[in-house]
Protein backbone atom coordinates (compact mmCIF):
# COMPACT_ATOMS: atom_id res chain seq x y z
CA UNK A 1 0.00 0.00 0.00
CA UNK A 2 3.00 2.50 0.42
CA UNK A 3 4.94 1.48 -2.65
CA UNK A 4 4.14 5.10 -4.08
CA UNK A 5 5.22 6.68 -0.85
CA UNK A 6 8.42 4.55 -0.77
CA UNK A 7 9.22 3.76 -4.78
CA UNK A 8 12.88 3.00 -3.43
CA UNK A 9 12.11 0.52 -1.20
CA UNK A 10 9.37 -0.92 -3.28
CA UNK A 11 11.41 -1.35 -6.59
CA UNK A 12 14.33 -3.00 -4.57
CA UNK A 13 11.71 -5.77 -3.12
CA UNK A 14 10.28 -6.47 -6.56
CA UNK A 15 14.03 -6.25 -8.39
CA UNK A 16 14.83 -8.97 -5.60
CA UNK A 17 11.38 -11.30 -6.13
CA UNK A 18 12.55 -10.98 -10.13
CA UNK A 19 15.37 -12.23 -9.55
CA UNK A 20 14.76 -14.95 -7.03
CA UNK A 21 11.49 -16.17 -8.53
CA UNK A 22 12.49 -19.77 -9.02
CA UNK A 23 14.15 -20.11 -5.19
CA UNK A 24 11.17 -18.15 -3.46
CA UNK A 25 8.14 -20.74 -5.25
CA UNK A 26 8.16 -23.18 -3.08
CA UNK A 27 8.29 -20.37 -0.11
CA UNK A 28 5.02 -18.59 -1.25
CA UNK A 29 3.33 -21.80 -1.64
CA UNK A 30 4.07 -22.95 1.66
CA UNK A 31 2.93 -19.34 2.90
CA UNK A 32 -0.23 -19.51 1.16
CA UNK A 33 -1.27 -23.27 2.04
CA UNK A 34 -0.93 -22.00 5.53
CA UNK A 35 -3.16 -18.73 4.65
CA UNK A 36 -5.13 -19.44 2.35
CA UNK A 37 -5.99 -22.94 3.15
CA UNK A 38 -5.37 -24.02 6.19
CA UNK A 39 -6.78 -20.32 7.60
CA UNK A 40 -3.97 -19.02 9.81
CA UNK A 41 -4.03 -15.57 8.76
CA UNK A 42 -3.63 -15.08 12.53
CA UNK A 43 -0.09 -16.13 12.18
CA UNK A 44 0.97 -13.83 10.23
CA UNK A 45 0.82 -9.49 10.22
CA UNK A 46 -0.78 -9.17 6.82
CA UNK A 47 -4.05 -9.92 7.93
CA UNK A 48 -6.81 -8.60 5.02
CA UNK A 49 -3.76 -8.01 2.78
CA UNK A 50 -3.11 -11.79 1.43
CA UNK A 51 -5.64 -10.96 -2.10
CA UNK A 52 -3.44 -7.86 -2.16
CA UNK A 53 -0.24 -9.33 -2.20
CA UNK A 54 -1.29 -12.70 -4.14
CA UNK A 55 -2.29 -9.22 -7.29
CA UNK A 56 1.54 -7.97 -6.64
CA UNK A 57 3.09 -11.12 -6.88
CA UNK A 58 0.98 -11.71 -9.68
CA UNK A 59 2.46 -8.53 -12.02
CA UNK A 60 6.22 -8.54 -10.30
CA UNK A 61 6.77 -12.37 -10.82
CA UNK A 62 3.53 -14.72 -11.95
CA UNK A 63 5.69 -17.71 -12.31
CA UNK A 64 6.14 -18.01 -8.26
CA UNK A 65 2.22 -18.46 -7.85
CA UNK A 66 1.64 -21.00 -10.29
CA UNK A 67 1.01 -23.88 -7.42
CA UNK A 68 -0.87 -20.99 -5.77
CA UNK A 69 -3.64 -20.19 -8.32
CA UNK A 70 -5.88 -24.21 -8.00
CA UNK A 71 -6.15 -22.18 -4.28
CA UNK A 72 -8.32 -19.41 -5.61
CA UNK A 73 -10.04 -22.12 -7.59
CA UNK A 74 -10.87 -23.73 -4.52
CA UNK A 75 -11.90 -20.54 -2.68
CA UNK A 76 -13.66 -19.79 -6.04
CA UNK A 77 -16.66 -21.76 -4.57
CA UNK A 78 -16.37 -21.29 -1.14
CA UNK A 79 -19.64 -21.53 1.22
CA UNK A 80 -18.33 -17.92 2.26
CA UNK A 81 -20.29 -15.20 0.09
CA UNK A 82 -17.91 -12.74 1.47
CA UNK A 83 -14.89 -15.21 0.49
CA UNK A 84 -15.72 -15.75 -2.96
CA UNK A 85 -17.00 -11.92 -3.64
CA UNK A 86 -13.08 -10.99 -2.54
CA UNK A 87 -11.62 -14.12 -4.89
CA UNK A 88 -13.73 -13.37 -7.52
CA UNK A 89 -12.30 -9.39 -7.28
CA UNK A 90 -9.07 -10.43 -7.20
CA UNK A 91 -9.58 -12.63 -10.27
CA UNK A 92 -11.16 -10.62 -12.31
CA UNK A 93 -8.37 -7.73 -11.99
CA UNK A 94 -5.73 -9.99 -12.70
CA UNK A 95 -7.85 -11.26 -15.44
CA UNK A 96 -8.25 -8.25 -16.79
CA UNK A 97 -4.86 -6.94 -17.00
CA UNK A 98 -4.07 -5.93 -20.15
CA UNK A 99 -0.80 -8.35 -20.93
CA UNK A 100 -2.62 -11.34 -18.96
CA UNK A 101 -2.15 -14.68 -20.29
CA UNK A 102 -4.03 -16.35 -17.28
CA UNK A 103 -6.96 -17.04 -19.19
CA UNK A 104 -4.86 -19.23 -21.32
CA UNK A 105 -2.70 -20.87 -19.30
CA UNK A 106 -5.29 -21.54 -16.53
CA UNK A 107 -8.31 -22.54 -18.47
CA UNK A 108 -10.12 -24.38 -15.52
CA UNK A 109 -9.52 -21.67 -13.39
CA UNK A 110 -10.97 -19.06 -15.99
CA UNK A 111 -14.00 -21.17 -16.48
CA UNK A 112 -14.61 -21.38 -12.87
CA UNK A 113 -14.00 -17.38 -12.54
CA UNK A 114 -17.06 -17.39 -15.50
CA UNK A 115 -19.16 -19.80 -13.46
CA UNK A 116 -19.09 -16.69 -10.85
CA UNK A 117 -21.37 -14.91 -12.88
CA UNK A 118 -24.32 -16.98 -11.79
CA UNK A 119 -23.19 -16.65 -8.63
CA UNK A 120 -25.96 -17.03 -6.38
CA UNK A 121 -25.00 -13.91 -4.34
CA UNK A 122 -26.05 -10.34 -5.83
CA UNK A 123 -22.59 -8.67 -4.93
CA UNK A 124 -20.66 -11.44 -6.56
CA UNK A 125 -22.55 -11.47 -9.85
CA UNK A 126 -22.22 -7.79 -9.92
CA UNK A 127 -18.28 -8.03 -9.64
CA UNK A 128 -18.22 -9.89 -12.51
CA UNK A 129 -20.48 -8.10 -14.79
CA UNK A 130 -18.63 -4.80 -13.76
CA UNK A 131 -15.23 -5.75 -14.76
CA UNK A 132 -16.30 -7.52 -17.95
CA UNK A 133 -15.90 -3.66 -19.55
CA UNK A 134 -12.17 -3.77 -18.90
CA UNK A 135 -11.92 -7.94 -20.17
CA UNK A 136 -13.87 -6.76 -23.68
CA UNK A 137 -11.43 -3.88 -24.05
CA UNK A 138 -8.30 -5.67 -23.09
CA UNK A 139 -8.56 -9.27 -24.29
CA UNK A 140 -10.79 -9.40 -27.17
CA UNK A 141 -10.01 -13.15 -27.75
CA UNK A 142 -12.45 -13.79 -24.29
CA UNK A 143 -15.36 -12.26 -26.04
CA UNK A 144 -17.36 -14.73 -26.74
CA UNK A 145 -17.30 -16.35 -23.27
CA UNK A 146 -17.81 -13.14 -22.19
CA UNK A 147 -20.84 -12.26 -23.75
CA UNK A 148 -22.00 -15.69 -23.21
CA UNK A 149 -22.10 -14.70 -19.22
CA UNK A 150 -23.36 -11.45 -19.96
CA UNK A 151 -26.26 -12.61 -21.64
CA UNK A 152 -27.09 -14.86 -18.83
CA UNK A 153 -27.23 -11.86 -16.61
CA UNK A 154 -29.47 -9.35 -18.69
CA UNK A 155 -32.38 -11.04 -17.82
CA UNK A 156 -30.73 -11.00 -13.97
CA UNK A 157 -33.36 -10.98 -11.31
CA UNK A 158 -31.67 -7.82 -9.55
CA UNK A 159 -32.19 -4.71 -11.28
CA UNK A 160 -28.69 -3.53 -10.70
CA UNK A 161 -27.24 -6.34 -12.41
CA UNK A 162 -29.07 -6.12 -15.07
CA UNK A 163 -28.08 -2.07 -15.41
CA UNK A 164 -24.39 -3.13 -14.75
CA UNK A 165 -24.71 -5.19 -18.14
CA UNK A 166 -25.47 -2.01 -20.21
CA UNK A 167 -23.07 -0.13 -18.47
CA UNK A 168 -20.26 -2.61 -18.98
CA UNK A 169 -21.24 -3.07 -22.77
CA UNK A 170 -22.04 0.66 -23.69
CA UNK A 171 -18.56 2.19 -21.24
CA UNK A 172 -16.47 -0.81 -23.47
CA UNK A 173 -18.01 0.93 -26.65
CA UNK A 174 -17.17 4.16 -26.06
CA UNK A 175 -13.35 3.02 -25.32
CA UNK A 176 -12.97 1.04 -28.27
CA UNK A 177 -16.18 -0.25 -30.59
CA UNK A 178 -14.20 -2.51 -32.55
CA UNK A 179 -14.28 -5.20 -29.55
CA UNK A 180 -17.84 -4.54 -29.46
CA UNK A 181 -20.05 -7.70 -31.14
CA UNK A 182 -23.55 -8.07 -32.63
CA UNK A 183 -24.50 -9.86 -29.57
CA UNK A 184 -23.33 -7.81 -27.36
CA UNK A 185 -25.16 -4.61 -29.06
CA UNK A 186 -27.87 -7.17 -29.22
CA UNK A 187 -28.06 -7.13 -24.88
CA UNK A 188 -28.11 -3.14 -25.14
CA UNK A 189 -30.79 -3.21 -27.40
CA UNK A 190 -32.78 -5.85 -25.24
CA UNK A 191 -32.45 -4.00 -22.01
CA UNK A 192 -33.39 -0.28 -23.64
CA UNK A 193 -36.49 -1.89 -23.15
CA UNK A 194 -36.43 -2.59 -19.29
CA UNK A 195 -38.66 0.18 -18.02
CA UNK A 196 -36.08 0.29 -14.92
CA UNK A 197 -32.97 0.77 -17.01
CA UNK A 198 -31.05 3.17 -15.02
CA UNK A 199 -28.09 4.63 -17.45
CA UNK A 200 -27.70 8.07 -19.31
CA UNK A 201 -28.99 8.76 -22.40
CA UNK A 202 -26.19 10.48 -23.71
CA UNK A 203 -24.14 7.48 -23.44
CA UNK A 204 -26.50 4.75 -25.69
CA UNK A 205 -26.87 7.89 -27.99
CA UNK A 206 -22.98 7.63 -28.19
CA UNK A 207 -22.95 3.97 -29.42
Not at 7 to 31: C, G, W
Not at 119 to 144: G, K, M, T, Y
Not at 146 to 175: F, K, M, T
Request: charged share 30%; net charge positive.
Amino acid sequence: AKKKQTKVTYNLAKDLIKRTANSLEPHVQTFFNTTLMLGKTSETRLGDKLYALIFELNIIAPSSLLSVLPQLEFKLKSSSERERKDVTDLLARMFALPDSEMAAQNKSLWLCFTGRFNDIDISVRRVCVAFSQELIVNHPELIPDIQDALRSRQHDSDENVRNDVVSAIVNAAVRDFTHITDDLLQCVQERTRDKKLKIRKEALLGL
